[in-house]
Structures are given as structure tokens and as C-alpha cells.
């Protein structure tokens, strides 16, 4: 009996929490203006947008352990997003407790929580995007094919607004390209894009679509102001030259920018190889600055950093969120815009810092 009513005061409590939290974003809502065009397709998405490779993941996120209690926050991050205008959300078939086969799947989540919300206002629109894993069995334009369907029937929908070529496979990627093209021609998507594609794969792939008259509408990338191997590697300016929009993935650095983490009191499970109690010291001159500047605008460091990803221009960053609080957050990177001098300023300050170690196939 006392844990039965601990669980309803907790019911209250989180209840009068996210419906203050929804108040608080709702100050952010974005409006149609506040949308920006993926690259030279016909598919508009908000500034920001929302990653969902943590919903479901008892793999990478999560303390390894995936709940209901999880679960319900999830949800949440996805209402609170929503109700300040952000309405673009990333996931994939490999995001999940099971990876793409499993039963909780971040694709599943996510097509449930459009469902949820469409029956409460059948006006929203969101704009989803998934992507294609480029397994070593898998060969030829049908296969890109099939994995969609299998998509669009965990998510629940007749077809998605974006699909991505997860990475770059070993062998099969002309297959692969001319099975995103079959896919723009059956209506099964918006518009195609890659990711963790090199200088020479972004031309390669933006080539071939172009002889079939389809634009490639993003590459997404791992990209924050701590973690700039697209502009040194010349990701960034292809995606610029070329027409392309960068969607920026990791873009608060898996948390590590947000100042949530001290040498201290370092990240855990797999992110403490990456932010290592070293590493973080480095970080620490860059982190008060972040914050002083955040101070002038009333900005937390997160709202600063995801800020200097959209003054870049071309770049859509995409933050993972897992509960209200984070959505919310993020909500308040918009809005508002950095000065040149202080994204200038950021971008020296993190040059002195060794960068972390970044997704292998990037190079491929």
C-alpha cells in the first residue's frame, strides 16, 4: 500500500513537472519561418531537430537498462519538443535494446509517440527521419528497399520524410545509391540523404542521384564545437559547395559541452573512455567561457553551443533527448544568435583541445 501510494504522489509530481516544463517551451515555439529546406530537396525541417538513438538503447545509453519509467520520459522529451515546434526527430533501425530486430526499437518508440500525439491533434505534422544499415549481407538496390518497409512498419507510417544510408558499407554502395532513388520514385520518401559519408563518398553519392534528377538532401555527421572533423576533412564545405545540408549528430558532444561534467565526476558507461577525467580538465577553460557567454544572453551552455552549430549556416543539429527537461533545453538554442566575434572566439578556444576520437567509417 505505501509503495502504491508513493507511485501516485510520484504520478502527481511528474505530471505538474512536465506540464510546467511544456509552459516553459512553449515560449520557443517555432514557427513556419523557423524552418530551414534540406539541401536542394523540397523538405523543410525545423533549425533543430531531435536524435532518438538513446530511446530503447540499453547498448551504448541508459546504464545499459531500458524501463517503462524510461519509457515515459521518452515520451515526454517527445511531447515537450513538439509543443515548442520541433518536429523534426532522427532515429534508426539499429536504435534499440535488440538493435534492428528487437522489440523495443527507437523506431517503434517513436512511431508510437506520433501516433499518441496525432490522436490528441490531428493537425501536427512531423517530419521523421530514419536510416538504412549498411550490413556486409545485405547487396544490391532491393535491399535499401525492403529495410525501408520494415522501417515503415515499425514506425507505423506509409512513408518518412527523410531516409539516410546509415554509413557507408564495405561493398554495395551503388546499390545502395540507386536504392534510395527507387524510393524517392515509389513515394516511399521524401528525400534521401547519407551519413558519415567522407569528402569523396558526399561527391560520389550527390553524382549518381543527380544523373536521376534527385537532389541528396543531407549528409549527417558527428559535428560540435569540440569535434570539427567536418571542416577540417572538407565534409563542411562540400556539403556547403555542393547543396547539401549538414545535420550535426553529437552536437553538445554526447553532454560533455554542457558543463554537466567535471574530472570529478566524469560521464559513465562508454562515454567515460572518450571523456576521460583528462580530457575534461582540458575542456574546463572552454566550458567557463561557454558559460560567460551564455550569462549575456541568459543561455545555458548547452543553448550556447547548439546556438554556434546553427550560426554556422547549412547545419541542422540534431541533440539526443531523453526526458522533458533536456527538450526543453534545447528548445531555447532558438530563437536567438550568437555574434560573429564569439563563434569565433569559441572555435579558437576549442582548437587548443585535443579532439576526441570520432566514428572510424568516417574515413571509408
Not at 550535426?248 to 576521460?276: D, F, H
Not at 567561457?289 to 543561455?299: A, D, F, L, N, Q
Amino acid at each position: 500500500m505505501a509503495m502504491h501510494v508513493s507511485s501516485a504522489c510520484f504520478s502527481v509530481f511528474s505530471h505538474r513537472r512536465v506540464h510546467k516544463i511544456r509552459a516553459v517551451a512553449s515560449e520557443n515555439v517555432t514557427t513556419e519561418d523557423d524552418k530551414v529546406k534540406l539541401g536542394g530537396s523540397d523538405l523543410k525541417v525545423t533549425k533543430l531537430g531531435i536524435g532518438a538513438w538513446s530511446w530503447g538503447d540499453t547498448s551504448y545509453w541508459n546504464n545499459f537498462e531500458w524501463d517503462d519509467r524510461k519509457m515515459k520520459a521518452a515520451k515526454s522529451a517527445f511531447d515537450v519538443s513538439v509543443d515548442a515546434g520541433i518536429t523534426f526527430f532522427d532515429t534508426a533501425e539499429v536504435y534499440g535494446s535488440r538493435a534492428s530486430f528487437g522489440a523495443i526499437n527507437s523506431e517503434t518508440l517513436l512511431g508510437r509517440f506520433v501516433k499518441e500525439r496525432k490522436e490528441k491533434d490531428p493537425g501536427v505534422e512531423v517530419a521523421i527521419a530514419t536510416k538504412f544499415a549498411a550490413l556486409p549481407w545485405r547487396l544490391g538496390r532491393q535491399s535499401v528497399i525492403t529495410a525501408l518497409k520494415d522501417s515503415l512498419g515499425r514506425l507505423g507510417v506509409s512513408s518518412v520524410e527523410l531516409y539516410q544510408l546509415h554509413w557507408p558499407g564495405i561493398w554495395g554502395n551503388e546499390g545502395y545509391l540507386d536504392g534510395l532513388g527507387d524510393a524517392v520514385e515509389q513515394g516511399l520518401v521524401k528525400a534521401v540523404g547519407v551519413s558519415n559519408y567522407s569528402e569523396r563518398r558526399l561527391r560520389e553519392a550527390h553524382k549518381k542521384l543527380q544523373k536521376r534528377g534527385i537532389p541528396l538532401a543531407s549528409n549527417q555527421v558527428n559535428y560540435s564545437l569540440i569535434y570539427r572533423a567536418p571542416e577540417e576533412k572538407g565534409v563542411k564545405s562540400t556539403c556547403d559547395e555542393l547543396g547539401i545540408t549538414l545535420i550535426a549528430y553529437s552536437p553538445i558532444a554526447q553532454g560533455a559541452l554542457t558543463g554537466k561534467y567535471t574530472p570529478e565526476n566524469p560521464p559513465t558507461g562508454p562515454r567515460r573512455q572518450i571523456y576521460t577525467p583528462e580530457f575534461l580538465t582540458r575542456l574546463q577553460p572552454l566550458l567557463n567561457r561557454i558559460k560567460e557567454i551564455g550569462e549575456k544572453y541568459s543561455k545555458t551552455n548547452t543553448q550556447v553551443v547548439l546556438n554556434w552549430l546553427i550560426a554556422q549556416d547549412n547545419v541542422v543539429p540534431i541533440p539526443g533527448a531523453k526526458n522533458a527537461e533536456q527538450a526543453a533545453e534545447f528548445a531555447g538554442a532558438l530563437g536567438w544568435k550568437l555574434d560573429n566575434e564569439e563563434v569565433a572566439e569559441l572555435r579558437s578556444l576549442a582548437t587548443e583541445i585535443r579532439p576526441v576520437t570520432g566514428f572510424p567509417v568516417e574515413n571509408l
